[in-house]
């Protein structure tokens, strides 16, 4: 029997209709091997560089040891100088530039191998409030030996926030973070350190009003050496990094050029067991 105009109708209708629902479909599924190759390609890249940070970070572990003996040496001896010159001689500026600069080699090579050991977090229960009020004085010693006018706002709870965390390791993090902030401000402003508890993640969230970061240099801030200072190490971020992803946790920036840079820590505060 021959179908009616009405049934072809019909029938034309439901074969469109379940083929526009299969081609949204397969719309998805071609988005989502997009997503994955990118994802794939991302991974690569990060295996790439993380092949060549373990060469470069074995190199520099061997390098930052053998130059720690040597500098030590030196550093006795200059003290020991140092001793021996009164303060008023004029000769002893010249030994006291040589200490500075023997610090200054110390600091760098104590960074190096921050950033290149092994490292095992002690973590325990802390309270972020008090833990962040101590780092903050010692920030606040870093303001005066810099001669800035810097503020230090503090927006913590009123309650304790504790969360499992190595503090001294984390504590290194906040320190390069403010210390950053302190050099990025020119003569005065403001540092803002914020802790909050989001969807359990607490965030601690360091913003100043500094000289801000240009847009083509924030994807390397992280990456060890990059620096734009004179004097910098390029290290205090890429030791930030290492620490906040030990504890399984994310570190983020946001920047305006001239208007100030904000980095934001998220640590899960329990680590609960994915169902199985
Ligand atoms: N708060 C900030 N404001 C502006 N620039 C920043 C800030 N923090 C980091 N940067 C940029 O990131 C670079 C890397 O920082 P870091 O790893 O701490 O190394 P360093 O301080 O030794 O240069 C800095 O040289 C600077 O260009
Ligand atoms: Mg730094």
Known sequence: ??????????????????????????????????????????MQEEVQQSRVLSALGEMAATVAHEIRN?????????GLLARSIPPEDPKRKYVDKIIGGISSL?????????????????????????????????????????????QIERNFPAEPLSAKIDSERLQQVMLNLLINGIQAIETEGKISVSISLNNGIAEITVADTGCGIEPEYLKNIF????????????????????????????????????????????????????PE
């Not at 179908?3 to 629902?21: D, G, H």
């Not at 719309?27 to 994955?36: D, G, P, T, V």
């Open 1 to 42: 029997m021959q179908k009616s105009q009405e049934e072809l109708i019909n029938e034309l209708a439901t074969v469109m209709e379940r083929f526009l629902a299969q081609s949204g479909e397969l719309e998805l599924a071609y988005k989502a091997l997009e997503l994955q190759t990118e994802e794939l390609k991302k």
């Open 70 to 78: 040597p500098l030590s040496g030196i550093g006795g001896y200059a």
């Open 106 to 150: 110390n600091k760098i090579v104590s960074n190096l191998l921050v950033y290149t050991r092994k490292t095992n977090l002690q973590k325990q229960e802390t309270d972020l409030v008090a833990w962040a009020d101590a780092i903050l004085a010692h920030a606040e010693i870093e303001i005066e030996k810099e001669k800035k006018n810097v």
């Open 223 to 274: 990456t060890p050496f990059f620096t734009t200072k004179e004097q910098g190490t390029g290290l205090g971020l890429a030791i930030a990094k290492k620490i906040v992803d030990l504890h399984d946790g994310e570190i983020s920036v946001e920047s305006t050029p001239g208007k100030g840079t904000a980095f934001c820590i998220k640590l899960q505060k329990e680590h609960r067991r994915l």
